[in-house]
């Protein structure tokens, strides 16, 4: 099966920076997507950037001009750079891809999330 590996989170000042990274591995045929969402307290689910297999890239208002989406596409890890960051950036971060497998299996998986706290 797809498995894919958060790793980067922890505890920033405002103003901080943190680079996520989420690695994935298994029988991928192709990517289609790969992107970042996150999960405040009490909040739901929210999309913050995304790019496709063409490098197109999609970001929340909110986090646009501070973060940034990148993959490596050698080692198939999505990366999320995240600057300026303030209190209200503070959740779980999950990774999230879609996948076509070499069962030819198209379908999206999750990462464990990485906790993200902005405080003073």
């Known amino acids: 099966q797809v498995q894919l590996v958060e790793s980067g989170g922890g505890l920033v000042q405002p103003g901080g920076s943190l680079r996520l990274s989420c690695a994935v591995s298994g029988s991928i045929f192709r990517f289609h997507s790969m992107g970042w969402y996150r999960q405040a307290p009490g909040k739901e689910r929210e999309l913050v950037a995304s790019i496709t297999g063409g490098g197109s890239t999609i970001y929340a208002a909110s986090v646009k001009g501070r973060f940034t989406i990148s993959r490596d596409n050698a080692n198939n890890t999505v990366y999320l750079r995240t600057n300026s960051l303030q209190p209200e950036d503070t959740a779980v971060y999950y990774c999230?891809?879609?996948?076509?497998?070499?069962?030819?299996?198209?379908?999206?998986?999750w990462g464990q999330g990485t906790q993200v706290t902005v405080s003073s």
């Open positions: 999230n891809v879609k996948v076509t497998t070499t069962l030819l299996h198209t379908t999206t998986y």
